[in-house]
């Protein structure tokens, strides 16, 4: 016997994950890099260093991936940028201020008034 409600769970992840991907196809290529769902972080080395569980390719590690890359060039970005462009890609914001620990982010203030910065930590 099918369970009804573990069904109805998959097909909602299927029907957002498929709107994600059909987003990609519709944006900018130069914007395609970062909404589309990645095939596998675990074997691009983008999750290199984070203790993964039974299931490597789940939002959390998609997110230290989809992190890691944005943050590639060494720079420190603001992050209010950076959660904006994550939330785009379709990372809820609790998932994603996680996954920023996680992938050993340096986040920093200049100055009280001034914004966050965050910058991947070498």
Request: hydrophobic letters at 45%.
């Amino acid at each position: 016997m099918i369970d009804l409600v573990q069904f109805q769970r998959q097909l909602r992840h299927e029907i957002r994950r498929l709107s994600a991907i059909l987003d990609a196809t519709l944006t900018k290529p130069a914007e395609i890099r970062f909404k589309a769902i990645l095939p596998c972080p675990a074997r691009r080395g983008l999750t290199k260093g984070v203790k993964l569980g039974p299931r490597k390719d789940s939002i959390q590690v998609r997110a230290i991936a989809w992190l890691r890359d944005y943050l590639s060039d060494g720079k420190a970005h603001d992050a209010g940028k950076v959660i904006a462009a994550a939330e785009h890609a379709g990372f809820k914001r609790p998932t994603f201020v996680i996954a920023s620990k996680r992938a050993g982010v340096k986040k920093s203030k200049g100055a009280p008034s001034a914004p966050w910065r965050w910058q991947l930590a070498r």
